[in-house]
């Protein structure tokens, strides 16, 4: 676990970073993380940007879509920044005919987590999670720790382990882009 506080150039000039439950979750796990801070831009929460503040490649920054399913409800979904949701994989490897990405204005209530701050670990209900099988080529990858401008860095293994996911190829190709 990082007890240690992130270097002084990753810290806001501001308040300490409370713990999140994310945090607390991986801590009663024993899951070694860390912490990286960044700037909020309300006006771009992409996990691209993210990546760019961060100095991190865009592959290692893992982005978490909710989406519900006709037949199993809820569920989310982690994938790469700069790539986008495969619907019909997703319905697939969840046994749904179809899923669909939940409205903006529902995220919230749904997962307990503002839009840009959306994380599996410790959201309001144990949904199912899906993993990009991508996450696997990473040592870590970084994903949000459930509060805007702050991320976790952690292993692909914890992160799977903890989340109890599911692999699966979740990336739409370029040719099937819209």
Do not use: H
Request: proline share 7%; aromatic share 6%; glycine share 6%.
């Amino acid at each position: 676990m990082s007890q240690q506080e992130p270097p002084p150039d990753l810290m806001p000039n501001t308040v300490p970073l409370p713990r999140t439950n994310a945090m607390r979750l991986l801590e009663v796990a024993k899951i070694s993380y860390e912490v990286r801070i960044y700037t909020v831009d309300e006006n771009d929460l992409s996990a691209e940007r993210v990546a760019a503040e961060l100095k991190l490649s865009p592959e290692t920054v893992f982005k978490t879509l909710i989406a519900e399913g006709d037949k199993s409800g809820y569920l989310f979904a982690m994938l790469p920044a700069g790539t986008e949701l495969d619907p019909k994989a997703l319905a697939k490897i969840s046994g749904n005919r179809r899923v669909e990405l939940l409205p903006l204005k529902e995220v919230q209530r749904v997962t307990g987590y503002l839009r840009g701050a959306v994380t599996p670990l410790g959201a309001k209900k144990g949904f199912p999670v899906y993993v990009d099988e991508t996450v696997m080529l990473w040592e870590k990858i970084s994903m949000s720790c459930g509060l805007r401008g702050a991320q976790i860095l952690i292993s692909p293994e914890d992160l799977l382990r903890v989340t109890r996911a599911t692999l699966a190829d979740l990336v739409r190709l370029e040719a099937e882009q819209k």
